[in-house]
């Protein structure tokens, strides 16, 4: 096992990635609707068609595949220095690995989308709404679970690890 930290880091995962994954999925219906496509060849130049939801997307991607200061990054920070002092040196270096292989395939994709020339018929620009500003929001729970643990997450989350590592 990983021991204590690594099932308050597990959890914090969880936490991080709930958050992360809540974000995308409303962004990609975004972008299914304006794209009329689920395919990620069809969607591109998603800057121009949709600027707050490209950035957006941008940003809850840059979060989900683990960049400070998400805190998804200070979720496998905390698996792998837990990984490391139980001594699964191999394990923690297999996964970092992998983990490499996925950050530079979500960062060719998301290039291609955000900067690509979107199809001819699909109109340019997006209103400023309040839907958009409450995905701000969720941006927000994202940077600041990297930047601090609020007191209340940290007790539930000290809590559950006394529960689960028994």
Do not use: C
Request: no cysteine.
């Amino acid at each position: 096992g990983l021991g204590p930290l690594g099932v308050f880091a597990a959890l914090l995962h969880l936490l991080n990635h709930t958050a992360a994954k809540s974000l995308m999925f409303y962004l990609v219906g975004n972008l299914e609707r304006k794209f009329v496509s689920p395919l990620l060849a069809n969607t591109q130049g998603v800057l121009k068609a949709l600027p707050w939801t490209g950035a957006l997307f941008a940003a809850g991607l840059m979060a989900l595949i683990g960049l400070p200061p998400g805190g998804i990054f200070i979720s496998e920070f905390a698996l792998f220095r837990a990984g490391f002092a139980q001594g699964h040196p191999w394990l923690m270096g297999s996964v970092l690995i992998l983990l490499a292989i996925i950050f530079i395939s979500f960062l060719h994709h998301l290039n291609s989308m955000l900067y690509g020339t979107p199809a001819d018929g699909i109109a340019l620009g997006e209103p400023f709404t309040w839907r958009t500003a409450l995905l701000f929001v969720s941006v927000a729970v994202l940077v600041t679970l990297g930047l601090t643990l609020p007191a209340p997450v940290a007790t539930l989350l000290n809590q559950s690890v006394g529960i689960v590592a028994r």
